[in-house]
């Protein structure tokens, strides 16, 4: 027997260490990984000894990478929404022609699943040989597959209906990919008129003013007070100092906001502002009252028990203050309460939502009454989206007006100055 030294990882990320009484490092590897942990280092401790069977001993060295570059080189990238539904639908599509889960894993090695490397199910397929059901594999890799994601495929199992769950998987996430995608686009034109229009007023200032200037100041002519601010802040635009100082500012501005924001409190005052803004605010709480239904819908539908899928929500949705308001929905649903009155005791939830859940509730479809509501929110989504957009063009388009047209004011106005004076 031999003690070897780990290291390895959690699913959470968090790095541990430990020593192991095994015959041999084949073991040493098996133990760690019977314990869900990621094997990031395994070593022999200083003066220890493999024991063979003859009762000699030989000295033992480390053979795993150092944990800096081990844990740079395990680094994944969370896959797309888009890209992970690619990859469900494809292997619900193979489980239901028939495949045998080991034979359609080994396919899914074969096919094109973008973000999501080949790697994932050559190792699905290899825990699943070994013993393991599909969403212990698949919790064995946090960063491809989500709480949610498992406890559904768990779910699934458990049910008999790994193929429909599958499909449903694929639906919630491309759905999801569809409301991203929408949003993407309705920012892309306002970002295209401030980005023109910032690089129209920035290459005025820092290249054609200067010319103008020294126009002006040979003719020695007394300049419009709009044309005397607009040279000075063409001084300021080529001024490395005036830069620095912005840099330090804002560079300042960033660390105390990211000190406010990392605080409990401050998210919090952060996520409630960013709910209440005017239009932008609407557009916010619907797309997060839309993710909470659809992924709780989604959930329950599956069988993921009531607390199970409220944990799993909580997790989802990104704002802290709906994130608390599930949190005591849930404590309330274990003191036996039903789900709308805690809902509703929490002033957080629309009257709709609390209304339709409580309706789920009687008539014994709550999954159901979720999905209605997550559809329901994302068609008042589309349409905020639309008024939102339809509102920041104009408002880019006259704040571009504003500033080209100062220029043009500005230079015009010295021009008829230089004009009056030669024509006395």
Do not use: C
């Not at 993407?184 to 295209?192: D, E, K, L, T």
């Not at 906001?257 to 990392?262: I, V, W």
């Not at 028990?305 to 949190?327: D, F, G, H, Y």
């Amino acid at each position: 027997m031999a003690q070897f030294s780990y290291k390895a990882r959690k699913r959470s990320g968090e790095v541990v260490q430990g020593v192991l009484d095994v015959a041999d490092r084949g073991a040493a590897l098996t133990a760690i990984q019977k314990m869900g942990l990621l094997p990031v280092a395994l070593e022999m401790p200083k003066g220890g000894v493999v024991v063979d069977n003859k009762g000699g001993s030989k000295r033992s060295v480390s053979f795993l990478l150092p944990l800096a570059l081990r844990e740079a080189l395990t680094k994944q990238r969370r896959p797309k929404l888009q890209e992970v539904a690619t990859f469900t639908q494809q292997l619900a599509n193979l489980l239901n022609s028939g495949m045998a889960l080991t034979v359609a894993l080994n396919s899914m090695t074969h096919l094109e699943s973008k973000g999501i490397p080949s790697d994932v199910s050559k190792q699905l397929r290899q825990d699943v040989m070994e013993g393991r059901s599909l969403s212990d594999a698949m919790a064995r890799q946090p960063i491809i597959f989500t709480d949610m994601y498992i406890n559904m495929v768990r779910a699934g199992e458990q049910s008999g209906s790994l193929v429909e769950v599958l499909r449903r998987l694929s639906d919630h996430f491309n759905r999801f990919a569809e409301v991203q995608a929408k949003f993407v686009s309705a920012m892309i034109y306002p970002a295209v008129v401030a980005t023109v229009g910032f690089g129209i007023i920035i290459f005025f200032m820092t290249y054609m003013l200067p010319k103008f200037k020294e126009i002006f100041i040979g003719l020695k002519v007394e300049l419009p007070t709009s044309t005397k601010a607009l040279i000075a802040m063409g001084d300021l635009f080529v001024s490395p100092s005036f830069w620095v100082m912005v840099g330090l500012m804002v560079s300042a501005l960033a660390v105390l906001f990211l000190r406010f924001k990392s605080s409990a409190a401050g998210q919090r005052s952060l996520d409630r502002w960013q709910m209440q803004m005017p239009v932008i605010g609407k557009v916010i709480k619907l797309n997060l009252f839309a993710q909470f239904s659809r992924t709780l819908s989604t959930l329950l539908h599956n069988g993921v028990p009531v607390l199970t899928a409220l944990k799993i929500t909580e997790q989802v949705v990104p704002n802290s203050v709906l994130k608390t308001a599930i949190a005591q929905t849930r404590e309330a649903v274990t003191d036996g309460k039903t789900l709308a009155q805690p809902m509703a005791k929490s002033k957080v939830f629309p009257q709709l939502m609390i209304d339709l859940v409580k309706i789920g509730e009687d008539t014994g479809d709550v999954p159901g009454a979720l999905k209605n509501l997550a559809e329901t929110y994302e068609s008042e989504l589309i349409l905020a989206l639309r008024v939102m957009t339809n509102l920041i063009e104009p408002l880019m388009i006259i704040f571009m007006a504003l500033g080209v047209g100062f220029l043009l004011f500005s230079i015009l106005s010295a021009m008829f100055a230089i004009t009056s004076s030669i024509g006395r």
